[in-house]
């Protein structure tokens, strides 16, 4: 039986209980199939409770816009109304003086004149825009205008210029026009000055004298030339909202706030009947509380908050300290309201440092330099700040992220990765410990990072280059890359060699026994012949002597002929391959742990080719097999020892042994065998 179909306006109700519903619809639904149909209804309805509150949010705010021009409505209204009020008191001061005749008539002279110059402007911008204005075709005709000139439009996301604007802007209207490239204005739309917000958007170091218009097709950013330009701007662009009102109130001088001295005047001028009114005497009474706080302090709240929604954090970090001097010490008796100032400022710190901290850790990126490039600007205002313990977690956490992900390029486009490693890990040792130069306490933090990140490396090497199987000469080559740039670190004080040593041990002494198990199998197991060496052309013994040269051993006197060596075969690949394997071992062995190790590797390999002996049924001279061993151990020996202490710097304590006891079996060569003819005959 398939369960019935949810009630969403479950999740309308005040006492919703996850737990509760969570558990009634797995005891409703049967098998996986209903709770994915289920789960797919809840995620349509999350969907549709989206889209309303977004629709709701728009309305909210439209209503917000329309209430506001409501309010300056109304404020209008009311500044007409004191006017009106103005006006008849003037009219009852008439009654005693005549000379208020002669001053109207000279108002109305002048109103008249300014209005025949503003008719005259109005018609000349009328006839440049018909003009000028490709596509426009508007009706102009009783427009007052106010304005005009030209703009730059601008991306509301990242403030990069789209177009060239020019504005004209008249009472009820304004039209917007693009800048051709030859000059040339092509209309664009136009607007309802009524139906439109203008907004100050504060310089930032990109953008300058730029504002934020509300259009009904959206919000759209401007920039002005000048900050004159913008300061104009915004000023006509008020006025054409309030045109109607001002129109209306020019008929009287604009209600002023009356001062002292007029309170007096006037009730010593108006009539007995105005001034017989009982008024309430106002004693002079001490300011209050409120009037005594600064206003700057009084809003340095609300400040804060728009300085961090506008990224200006540095100005925000500076208002904060100085909010907290003003209302901490001996200032305090001084701000009656102090508390609920400093708990203000104090939540408004926290969502500076929470904002702080996420704008840190968003700064990672693929490349090292730009996250720490991007990382600094936060970083900074959050030491200032006295975060150390969370901007130092945050910083190290990014730069894990930006390192690892470098380590993951360059092992796909097969770079040196621990060339790479280690020169991002000095990048970050010194930038940290410059920004956190004195705080000695986040030291350990930065040590305790670099083993984590050693020991991420350390896995990813054995993973990707140590692996089983790996030749020795791989696995030198590998170790001695590591080696040399880890100790770059050492100059700054941060010395990680030996734990490096000690995270790679396990995995090179397992290389190490198995090199040498492969290595001791493969003795013995070509055929010899147990003769000369014939190369047979000239080039070809040039090549191996230079060869056998470069490894550090001279043969040449061993050469006979054009093309022989007085060596056998597999004598001659033989000291090639141990003075190769000798220098591996003499790199690997620069790390104590694992001297004794090389050691027995070269000890047995020697042994083991040392000990190969002609087969019993093949005719060979003696003398020449105990030639090639005596070459091995008087020439080949004392070779391999000075390589590996000049590579390593450390003697070779047991090739030593082996030589000293290997002279000393060596005796004076066998006589050859001989056939002897016998027979039965006395």
Not at 497 to 503: A, P, T, V
């Amino acid at each position: 039986m398939a369960p019935a179909a949810p009630n969403m306006k479950e999740f309308d109700d005040f006492n919703f209980s996850v737990d509760k519903y969570t558990k009634e619809l797995t005891r409703e639904c049967v098998g996986g199939s209903d709770l994915q149909q289920r789960k797919k209804e809840i995620e349509a309805y999350n969907e549709t409770t989206a889209a309303t509150l977004k629709q709701t949010c728009k309305k909210n705010y439209m209503e917000f816009i329309q209430t506001a021009k409501e309010i300056s409505h109304l404020e209008s209204e009311m500044y007409q109304l004191s006017h009106i009020l103005i006006e008849q008191r003037n009219i009852l001061a008439t009654m005693t003086d005549g000379k208020t005749n002669s001053r109207l008539k000279a108002d109305s002279v002048e109103a008249e004149s300014s209005a025949a110059a503003d008719d005259v402007q109005n018609s000349h911008a009328t006839r440049a825009v018909k003009e000028m204005v490709q596509g426009f075709n508007g009706n102009l005709e009783g427009k007052t205008f106010l304005n005009e000139g030209a703009l730059i439009e601008l991306d509301a996301n990242d403030y990069r210029p789209i177009q060239r604007v020019f504005f004209f802007l008249f009472n009820d209207v304004l039209i917007v026009c693009k800048v051709k490239h030859d000059k040339r204005l092509d209309f664009l739309t136009e607007y309802d000055p009524k139906k439109i917000g203008v907004i100050n958007i504060k310089d930032l170091d990109g953008v300058k004298n730029a504002i934020n218009i509300i259009t009904p097709d959206g919000s759209k950013i401007y920039q002005s030339i000048t900050a004159a330009g913008k300061t104009e701007w915004i000023e006509k662009l008020e006025e054409a909202f309030r045109f109607d009102q001002q129109k209306k109130s020019k008929k009287g001088q604009a209600p002023q706030p009356p001062t002292r001295a007029k309170q007096q005047s006037s009730k010593s001028s108006t009539p007995e009947k105005v001034s017989s009114t009982p008024q309430p005497e106002t004693p002079t009474e001490p300011k209050s509380l409120e009037d005594e706080t600064p206003e700057w302090l009084s809003t340095a709240s609300e400040e804060i908050q728009t300085l961090v929604a506008q990224r200006h954090f540095e100005e925000a970090q500076e208002l904060i300290k100085r909010t907290q001097e003003s209302v901490r010490g001996e200032n305090r008796k001084k701000v009656p309201q102090a508390d609920s100032i400093e708990s203000k400022v104090k939540q408004q710190e926290l969502k500076l440092i929470n904002v702080l901290l996420k704008e840190l850790s968003n700064s990672h990126n693929r490349n090292l330099q730009i996250a720490l490039r991007s990382a600094k600007r936060p970083l900074k205002i959050l030491v200032e700040m006295g975060r150390y313990r969370q901007a130092s977690a945050t910083l190290l956490k990014v730069c894990a992220v930006s390192l690892r992900v470098s380590q993951r390029e360059a092992r796909r486009n097969n770079a040196d990765i621990s060339e790479l490693f280690f020169c991002d890990l000095t990048q970050v040792a010194c930038d940290y410990l410059t920004a956190f130069e004195q705080q000695p306490a986040c030291v350990s933090a930065l040590v305790v990072w670099c083993n984590a990140e050693l020991q991420y490396f350390a896995s990813q090497l054995i993973k990707h280059y140590l692996a089983k199987g790996t030749s020795l000469e791989t696995v030198a080559k590998c170790v001695e890359r590591v080696r040399k740039p880890s100790t770059k670190l050492t100059e700054i004080g941060l010395d990680i060699s030996y734990h490096l040593e000690g995270l790679l041990r396990t995995t090179l002494e397992s290389l190490i026994e198995e090199s040498k198990e492969r290595l001791l199998d493969s003795v013995g197991r070509t055929e010899e012949s147990w003769q000369p060496y014939n190369l047979q052309t000239k080039s070809n013994l040039k090549r191996l002597l230079l060869e056998l040269d470069v490894l550090g051993i001279d043969v040449r006197a061993q050469a006979t002929g054009d093309t022989w060596m007085n060596l056998t075969q597999s004598t001659v690949v033989f000291i090639r391959h141990f003075l190769q394997l000798t220098e591996h071992c003499g790199c690997l062995a620069k790390c104590e742990t694992l001297l004794q190790k090389l050691e027995l590797l070269l000890k047995e390999l020697f042994i083991a080719h040392h000990s190969l002996k002609p087969p019993s049924d093949m005719a060979v001279d003696p003398n020449f097999v105990m030639k090639n061993k005596i070459f091995l151990v008087d020439n080949l020996l004392p070779i391999a020892i000075d390589k590996f202490r000049q590579i390593s710097g450390r003697q070779c304590e047991i090739l030593r042994e082996l030589h000293t006891k290997m002279s000393r079996q060596h005796g004076a060569p066998l006589p050859r065998q001989r056939s002897v003819y016998t027979t039965d005959v006395f």
